[in-house]
């Protein structure tokens, strides 16, 4: 197991970030990092050394971070495994059955994700609403979008659920976007 950040020397820190292949969005972090141990500014090389105790989890750590800020989160919560929580809470879990959820998660800020799970008999998928999905300012819109993620998947495959399943979601587009009944008191 190699050291942890904080018991490394600088040079050894230096050699850890040259070896890291950061992604795209990573490269800001890695030579901002780099910058601060060349300039030894101990008080940023402590704030990236506050997210974890490798490269790769402070780097995924403080992507996690910067996108959650998007979302209205300004501190770091960790969970028990040392990873920053990106998950939203989910608000409504709108079920065609089993199988095929829209899931609506809200952050702090009221910005909405939306995400689905689905499944055919032969294939399917999901996941939860987090920070690294598409930010939405209204719920219907939220809903709509999720409807359409379904209509998509549906469109790829052909099974024997595909026309039950594009049924149900008309249903749920026409009771999201149809006219509503307004009761007068």
């Given at each position: 197991?190699?050291?942890?950040?904080?018991?490394?020397?600088?040079?050894?820190?230096?050699?850890?970030?040259?070896?890291?292949?950061?992604?795209?969005?990573?490269?800001?972090?890695?030579?901002r990092y780099i910058l601060a141990?060349?300039?030894?500014?101990?008080?940023?090389?402590?704030?990236?050394?506050?997210?974890?105790?490798?490269?790769?989890?402070v780097m995924l750590n403080i992507?996690?971070?910067?996108?959650?800020?998007?979302?209205?989160?300004?501190?770091?919560?960790?969970?028990?495994?040392?990873?920053?929580?990106?998950?939203?809470?989910?608000?409504?879990?709108?079920?065609?059955?089993?199988?095929?959820?829209?899931?609506?998660?809200?952050?702090?800020?009221?910005?909405?994700?939306?995400?689905?799970?689905?499944?055919?008999?032969?294939?399917?998928?999901?996941?939860?609403?987090?920070?690294?999905?598409?930010?939405?300012?209204?719920?219907?819109?939220?809903?709509?979008?999720?409807?359409?993620?379904?209509?998509?998947?549906?469109?790829?495959?052909?099974?024997?659920?595909?026309?039950?399943?594009?049924?149900?979601?008309?249903?749920?587009?026409?009771?999201?976007?149809?006219?509503?009944?307004?009761?007068?008191?």
């Amino acid at each position: 197991m190699e050291k942890a950040l904080s018991q490394m020397s600088k040079e050894e820190k230096l050699q850890a970030l040259a070896d890291y292949l950061p992604c795209r969005h990573e490269r800001q972090y890695v030579l901002r990092y780099i910058l601060a141990l060349r300039h030894d500014d101990m008080e940023q090389v402590a704030w990236f050394e506050s997210f974890g105790q490798s490269v790769y989890r402070v780097m995924l750590n403080i992507s996690t971070y910067e996108r959650g800020k998007l979302f209205g989160y300004a501190d770091k919560q960790f969970d028990e495994h040392g990873w920053i929580k990106g998950m939203l809470p989910i608000v409504e879990n709108i079920a065609l059955d089993d199988f095929n959820v829209i899931r609506i998660g809200q952050s702090v800020n009221g910005l909405y994700a939306v995400t689905v799970s689905w499944a055919t008999s032969n294939a399917g998928g999901g996941s939860y609403p987090s920070v690294w999905d598409e930010p939405m300012a209204d719920y219907k819109e939220a809903v709509l979008c999720g409807i359409r993620m379904l209509e998509q998947q549906y469109a790829k495959v052909s099974s024997k659920e595909t026309s039950r399943v594009m049924a149900g979601l008309r249903n749920l587009k026409g009771r999201y976007t149809g006219p509503q009944q307004l009761a007068l008191f």
